[in-house]
């Protein structure tokens, strides 16, 4: 039968807290990952200026 004790239920949940902080870093750096995507899409519009209607969208609004 499986008995508890102080020792290894400490442990299981130090192994939980440790993999909670893991996800909580990936996270993180995702979001400044998609903050830098976002960044660099700004500028280079910025930089093109403004867009070009396609002949598509000309032909739809004949």
Do not use: C
């Not at 440790?18 to 990952?33: A, F, H, S």
């Not at 995507?37 to 910025?46: G, L, W």
């Amino acid at each position: 039968m499986f008995r508890l004790n102080g020792k290894s239920v400490r442990h299981h949940f130090d192994g939980v807290y440790g993999k909670v902080v893991q996800i909580r870093e990936l996270v993180e750096v995702l979001d400044q990952m998609f903050d830098s995507f976002h960044r660099v899409n700004d500028i280079s519009r910025s930089m093109l200026g403004p867009r070009k209607p396609s002949a598509k969208q000309l032909d739809r609004l004949r």
